[in-house]
C-alpha cells in the first residue's frame, strides 16, 4: 500500500458503506472539511473493486453537465455522456463532492437513482438506463460549515444511507502525517497538538477548523526545509482567515506549539 493508498477507518464507517453497497443503497457522507471523506471514498472503491468517478460540485452544475449533452462532433451532432451517465453504463462509484453546492434543480435528476427504481431517464437523448449492481451513489457535506444560504432539503437528505465522519483520533492523525510527507513523529505530534488546539478554539474564533489536509502539506514543508512555524503559516494559518486579529490569534496558538518561534 502506497501513501495516496492510505486510509485508517475512524468507526464503523467502512461496515456501513459495505452495507449499503450490497443493498444498493445510496450514502451521503457528512463531516468537516479535509477529515478524510474523498480518500474514504477512493478507498472503498479499491477495496470493492469498482471505479470512482468524481463529480465536484458548484454553483454552474447543470442537469446537463451530470448527464450529458448532444455536441457538433465533425459536423455531426452526437450525444456525449455525462460523467453520472458513465458511472451507472459502467457500474461505477458515482461520488458528488460538496454536493449542496450544486444546485436544487440540478439535483432532482437523482431521485429516480436514489430509490427503489434506481433509474436514470436521458429525456433529451430518449433513453433510460436501469443501473446494474455494481454502481453506487455517493455525496458528501460539510453541514457544520456550509453557506447559511444553502442546505439540501430533507426530502433529498432521506433518500440516502448517512454515514458521519470527523477527525482521525490524534494517535492516528500523527501516523497519516508521518506515512504522507516523511518527516518524524515528534514533529507530527506537534503539528497534531497545534491544530487539535486550534480546532477547540473554533467557538470563538468561528471559521471552519484545519484539516487533516492541511496537515498534510505543512508536513510535506517541513520535509522539504521549511521550518515549522514557516510551514504552519503558509499551509494553515493563512488559508483559515484574512482577518487580522484571527490570525493574530491562531499564530499565538501556533507558536506555543511549534519549533522556529520567536524566543
Known sequence: MTSNDLYFSNGTEVQLFEWAYAQHMPVMLTGPTGCGKTRFVEHMGHLLGREVITISCHDDLTSADLVGRFMVTGGDVVWVDGPLTKAVKTGAICYLDEVV????????????????RRTLFL????????????????????????????????????????????????????????????????????LVNCA???????????FEPPSTRTLVAAARFIAAGADELTAAQACILAPLSS?????EGLYEIATAHLSGAPA
Open 101 to 116: 453546492e450544486a444546485r436544487h434543480d440540478s439535483l432532482a435528476i437523482l431521485h429516480s437513482l436514489t430509490d427503489h
Open 123 to 190: 429525456d433529451r437523448a430518449g433513453e433510460t438506463l436501469h443501473a446494474p449492481d455494481g454502481f453506487m451513489l455517493v455525496c458528501s457535506y460539510n453541514p457544520a460549515y456550509r453557506s447559511s444560504l444553502k442546505d439540501l432539503k430533507p426530502s433529498f437528505r432521506q433518500r440516502f444511507v448517512t454515514v458521519p465522519m470527523t477527525y482521525l483520533p490524534p494517535d492516528r492523525e500523527i501516523e497519516v502525517l508521518v506515512a504522507e510527507s516523511g518527516v518524524g513523529a515528534d514533529v507530527a505530534r506537534r
Open 196 to 206: 487539535l488546539s486550534i480546532r477547540h478554539a473554533d467557538d470563538a474564533f468561528h
Open 243 to 247: 482577518d487580522g486579529a484571527i490570525h
